[in-house]
């Protein structure tokens, strides 16, 4: 079984932006041990990670080895650190309306990709 505590996540956002930390909050609600640090150094780190700009979400995430952008909810986080699958982590690009820590209400289902080096791949639908 996965334990989250057993991963925790480093989250790195604007200075300005308050949904980051509502994100963080349903993390922290479902079991992650969540390091929120402010930057105004995110376009390097996204860089950093091979983030394409098509994916880049709200903010980014370490954890585990992988990178996490935007507000993926806290089951996929799980699957993906219980899979461990071959890439460099996970997106929910932008800052869609009624995903975790989003004000607003879900409108369609959240495409989470897939962070590689090929082709946009969906990894799962939310």
Do not use: W
Not at 22 to 46: C, M, Q, Y
Not at 85 to 94: N, T
Not at 100 to 105: A, E, I, L, V, Y
């Amino acid at each position: 079984m996965f334990r989250a505590a057993h991963e925790p996540l480093g989250l790195r956002k604007n200075p300005q932006c308050g949904c980051c930390e509502g994100h963080a909050d349903h993390l922290r609600a479902n079991g992650f041990d969540v390091k929120s640090a402010e930057t105004h150094d995110l376009p390097l780190i996204k860089q950093s990670h091979g983030v394409k700009p098509a994916l880049e979400g709200c903010h980014t995430i370490e954890v585990g080895g992988y990178v996490v952008e935007g507000h993926v909810s806290a089951a996929t986080i799980k699957r993906l650190l219980t899979e461990r699958p071959a890439i460099k982590g996970i997106s929910l690009p932008g800052m869609p309306d009624g995903s975790p820590g989003m004000g607003g209400r879900k409108t369609e289902p959240f495409k989470i990709y897939e962070i590689t080096n090929g082709p946009d791949r969906v990894y799962a639908v939310e």
